[in-house]
């Protein structure tokens, strides 16, 4: 508190120097009044063009899983990089996801199997769009389920409370509460002073309903943003983020955390899972999948070395739109499918096991005849980490016309 | 106070400001329009407003002097030139900032020879692939094979030591003095220009090849044109396919006098969408949207259709060019001992692609099945040596003969390539196809949630004349719809628009594109690099959020201070004067809204109180203008 209240006085000193407005310190000197700055957060990472969940926790004791891809499954755990990590004698994480491993060998890393959204479709723009807008088969749906996750305020808002990672603002996110979108936190500003404050009231003022709401949280966002980055950003505990979309996306997330500015949901993505073709190479740590892993992995990894002892006010959950196909297809590669694996993460999470029944991979057992069936629908593993990470008991409004059933994932659900 | 001030100042120009910060409890609006907005369909344009509208909805944005000259022409005439572009004589400026970009003119093979791709420097690295002629590619294919080996050997970042690449034949010691090549390393941008512009054109080849990578990135924007090309080939000649694509699309929006031929073809590129950056589509993607794209546009959308599936670019992007049918059962299984070939198989990506954004539409009434089966009409649909940018190929060998079922309608057995152009014909004859087609126009041309009746009327058209385009487009800009209230401003610029249209509305030059190219990936929309086969989305919620708001507003007032490295605008250009309206009238075509208007004054005393001696900069307000609500609304 003591710090946070300092930090904005001196701020405060600072913007009058220069000549911005002071309402938004104001403001924000009111916001520190607001009780528990320090909140609990939930990260919500999306894998865009359908991850191939089979590949990545790998079900080397379904002997279906080997007859089905005789060309690209991942080995049996046998102590060789090539080889599945073992995780619980049936299940084991695709080698270049090693990074991922301390967080499981930590007990904070819970896998959930055969898991996904009821509905068939096999688009990834309209399976992307239901994972979404979290109401699976209904288009109407305008806004996103993390958006209507936010918990109800008392005071004042933060700006940052709910931002998503990107050049746009993130399906999930869009909606009633303000949420901002933020490319890269050192260039989210005016850079021209001379205009900024000329900006910010004429979208203040402006009739445009839509560029109205927009230009204002915007401006309460850069100001609070701003303000975090008078030092450079050094990740604790000898973290390295890797290059891409995702590692830049997470160190700016943990930026965020650090600063304790009030954000409670963040969402970053990533792309590029559509693996038709060379999935896996001639190692099974080289081609499409293990780059990806790769960088999905290390991002992950060093998010969770950064965060340190703060992860036990974190959780982290990961979602594609669809599975991909059991068998593999005629291209070293697979095809669109249905359920799919999720992961969750944090300090508040029963982890160190893996989560859902398993279907099973053989012919009849398979969602027409090709996929791997779904057992948990993946509201209820959201649905369990809204309620028990954000606080909000109220699951039906965030999950109109479904009740989540809870799979104890958490500590505190 | 100044906030006070602030809010005394918007509230008299407007009294329903509708959420002022500070005091928001607001139901913020998710959705724009409601369905009394419908009503606003049928409230028409006077004639001027008429004007205004066709130029802000059917070109990149008016110019100065626009209105005037479609006044002049007369809004219907104007249009039917738009539509006929071929009647149009193009812009001799244009046409001089094209010549150079060769690329756009060459074959793909032609293209992977003279800018050979990361896949064909591999294919030189195990000699494979002979070593290209021109001395600079061959130089900078020599380095970049030497990277390729050492990358192998030693791991990336050994491969990113300056020292392994190849001594130049001629030092940069013999061809510049040290002071130029001090200036050259971190001089001033007209002092760089100075030394390359007097620098002996016959010692460009060895300037671009002793120059290091650094140095060469770095003075791209102020070489003479032929010698920023051979910068460009000898740091990486990949690169200028990419960069002539993004030119060549920043000088046509900006500078073609056939407007709507330009916004469709970025419309059709969007919609049968291919990524750049996907192998080899790098050496497909220019031939793609010159020859299956361009030449179509107000076409038969049969031809279109057709045109893009044989295009090398699609079936690489979708990857039909490896998908084949089982092996005939007569097939010799292999030797025992023969080299062990991955199995290869049908791969369903552009057969459910081609149903999903193509031409039904995800609701259109298909099937998985049809899909299986659409996807196993195209097996044999391939490329000829696709590392080598070969073209469209038949393969009848891994054609999957067996009999077809596609949306009810049976393909017999022992069919080849047709098997394919007849889905494309049930395709074409479905109904979902005309209104597909005709929604995603309507939404683009006319608003978000275009009224049903005329979607209706548009593909009604559509059905009657088989797909004819043009005719589409006919129904929809003679619609009272379209020249309506509930038209008119209800769509949000794209980034790609709102750039092209800033740099219209102040007229600027562009010499070199890099950083307005560079301006769209920050805003969200890299030109040809949407990897999503769904291309760019049209609606207003997607372009509408705080990082690209204030990257809007940043490039605003860097573009209009002159500010934008490779573009030129003249501010002297913008009236001498401070008055918001006058600016704003050359800027905008309109009278600019008094909360703008109200905002910009109040920047300006600041800057006064802050400075006395400041003038006010017409720049600066031209920028704010650019920046301002009223500038992203078309």
């Not at chain 1, 109800?152 to 009633?176: E, N």
């Not at chain 1, 099974?284 to 960088?295: D, I, K, P, S």
């Not at chain 1, 969750?344 to 982890?351: I, L, N, P």
Request: charged share 25%.
């Amino acid at each position: 508190m003591n710090s946070r209240r300092f930090f904005l006085k001196s701020s405060a000193l600072a913007m009058a120097g220069i000549g911005a407005a002071p309402l938004w310190l104001e403001r924000a000197l009111y916001a520190a009044d607001a009780p528990s700055p320090r909140k609990k957060i939930l990260v919500a990472l999306f894998q865009r063009g359908a991850m191939d969940g089979l590949n990545v926790v790998v079900p080397f004791g379904d002997p279906n899983y080997y007859a089905l891809r005789p060309t690209i499954a991942i080995p049996k755990p046998n102590g060789t990089n090539d080889a599945a990590l073992d995780l619980d004698g049936y299940f084991g994480l695709h080698p270049s996801l090693a990074p991922m491993k301390q967080i499981w060998d930590a007990k904070q890393l819970a896998i959930v199997q055969a898991v996904g959204s009821p509905d068939t479709t096999r688009s990834h723009f309209d399976a992307q769009d239901y994972m979404e807008s979290g109401t699976p088969g209904r288009k109407a749906t305008s806004d996103g389920w993390l958006n209507r996750a936010l918990p109800p305020v008392q005071g004042r808002p933060s700006p940052v409370r709910a931002v998503s990672l990107g050049p746009a603002l993130a399906r999930t996110l869009r909606g009633r509460q303000d949420a901002v979108a933020v490319n890269n936190l050192s260039d989210f500003q005016v850079r021209d002073t001379r205009g900024a404050s000329g900006f910010e009231s004429m979208y203040a003022g402006s009739m445009d309903k839509v560029l109205n709401g927009t230009g204002r949280e915007t401006f309460e966002a850069v100001k609070t943003i701003q303000a975090i980055q008078k030092t450079a950003y050094v990740p604790s505990n000898g973290a390295k983020y890797p290059n891409g979309r995702l590692g830049p996306a997470m160190q700016q997330i943990a930026r965020l955390i650090k600063a304790d500015v009030g954000l409670e949901v963040a969402f970053a993505d990533m792309g590029g899972w559509d693996t038709h073709v060379n999935e896996v190479a001639q190692k099974t740590t080289q081609g499409q999948l293990a780059n990806l892993l790769n960088e999905f992995g290390s991002a992950l990894g060093a998010f969770y070395q950064d965060m340190g002892d703060r992860m036990a006010d974190i959780t982290v959950v990961t979602m594609s739109e669809f599975g991909r196909t059991a068998k593999e297809n005629g291209n070293r590669g697979t095809d669109h499918g249905h359920a799919n694996s999720m992961f969750v993460f944090g300090g508040e999470v029963k982890g160190g096991k893996v989560y859902g029944d398993w279907p099973g991979l053989d012919k009849d057992q398979l969602y027409e005849g090709r996929d791997l069936a779904l057992t948990t629908d993946f509201r209820d593993v959201l649905g369990e980490v809204v309620a028990g990470q954000l606080g909000n008991k109220d699951i039906r409004k965030v999950f109109p016309e479904y009740d989540p059933k809870f799979r104890n994932l958490l500590i505190n659900a | 106070m100044l906030i006070r001030s602030v809010l005394a100042v918007i509230l008299s120009f407007s009294l329903a400001a509708p959420s002022l910060p500070g005091k928001t409890t607001k139901p913020k609006a998710v959705k724009e329009k409601s369905g009394d907005d419908l009503k606003l369909f049928s409230v028409k344009l006077n004639k001027d407003e008429q004007i205004r509208f066709a130029l802000d909805r059917l070109t990149f944005g008016p110019r100065v002097g626009d209105f005037e000259a479609v006044k002049k022409v007369g809004v219907k005439k104007w249009i039917d030139l738009q539509l006929h572009p071929d009647k149009i004589k193009e812009n001799p400026v244009l046409e001089a900032k094209l010549a150079p970009l060769d690329s756009l003119r060459m074959t793909e093979k032609e293209a992977g020879q003279n800018y050979p791709t990361q896949q064909l420097i591999a294919q030189v690295a195990r000699g494979r692939a002979p070593l290209p002629e021109d001395p600079i590619t061959r130089s900078a294919v020599e380095r970049l094979v030497q990277r390729y080996k050492v990358k192998k050997t030693e791991g990336k970042e050994a491969a990113t030591r300056e020292e392994d690449m190849i001594e130049p034949a001629v030092s940069l010691e013999d061809l510049l003095t040290a002071d130029d090549i001090k200036t050259l390393r971190n001089g001033k941008p007209d002092d760089r220009k100075a030394i390359l512009a007097k620098f002996d054109e016959d010692k460009y080849e060895q300037l671009a090849i002793a120059l290091p990578q650094g140095m060469r990135f770095g003075n791209m924007p102020f070489a003479p044109l032929p010698l920023r090309r051979m910068f460009m080939k000898a740091t990486a000649p990949q690169q200028i396919l990419a960069n002539d694509l993004n030119e060549g699309k920043l000088f046509r929006a900006s500078y073609s006098n056939r407007q709507l031929e330009e916004l469709m073809v970025d419309f059709w590129y969007n919609h049968f969408n291919v990524y750049l950056d996907k192998g080899s589509d790098r050496l497909f993607v220019p031939t793609y949207e010159r020859d299956a794209i361009r030449p179509y546009v107000f076409a038969n959308f049969h031809d279109l259709l057709k045109a893009t599936s044989e295009s090398p670019a699609m079936l690489f992007y979708l990857d039909n060019w490896q998908s084949v049918g089982p092996p005939p059962p007569n097939a010799r299984p292999a030797a025992k001992n023969a080299p062990k070939r991955p199995v290869r198989g049908l791969n369903e990506n552009y057969g459910r692609e081609l149903l999903e954004l193509h031409t039904l539409g995800v609701d259109g009434g298909y099937t998985q099945k049809d899909i299986i089966e659409v996807a196993r009409c195209f097996t044999g649909w391939t490329i000829r040596e696709p590392r080598l940018g070969g073209g469209f190929w038949y393969n009848d060998k891994v054609h999957d003969k067996g009999e077809k079922v596609v949306l009810g309608v049976t393909i017999p057995a022992g069919g080849g390539k047709e098997d394919g152009e007849k889905v494309l014909d049930i395709l074409m004859k479905h109904p979902s196809t005309a209104k597909f087609i005709s929604r995603k126009l309507a939404t683009r041309f006319v608003s978000d949630n275009p009224p049903a009746a005329l979607v209706d009327r548009m593909a009604q058209t559509f059905t009657a004349s088989s797909g004819d385009i043009r005719l589409v487009m006919k129904t929809m800009l003679e619609s009272k719809e379209f020249w309506s209230r509930g038209a008119e401003h209800a769509k949000i610029k794209t980034p790609f628009e709102m750039v092209a249209s800033a740099i219209r509305a102040v007229g600027a030059e562009i010499d070199f594109g890099s950083n307005l190219a560079n301006q769209l990936q920050q805003l969200g929309q890299p030109l040809y690099r949407k990897v999503e086969p769904t291309g760019y989305s049209a609606v207003n919620a997607e372009w509408v959020n705080s990082a690209a708001l204030l990257g809007r507003m940043n490039f605003a007032l860097a573009l209009a201070q002159n500010k934008v490295a490779g573009v030129t605008v003249d501010t002297a250009r913008f009236p001498e004067s401070t008055d918001t309206l006058v600016i704003a009238r050359q800027l905008l075509n309109r009278e600019v809204t008094p909360a703008t208007r109200a905002a910009i004054a109040l920047a300006l005393d600041e800057q006064l109180k802050k400075n006395p001696k400041a003038k006010p900069s017409p720049a600066l307000i031209a920028g704010l203008i650019l920046g301002s609500p009223d500038f992203q609304r078309k």
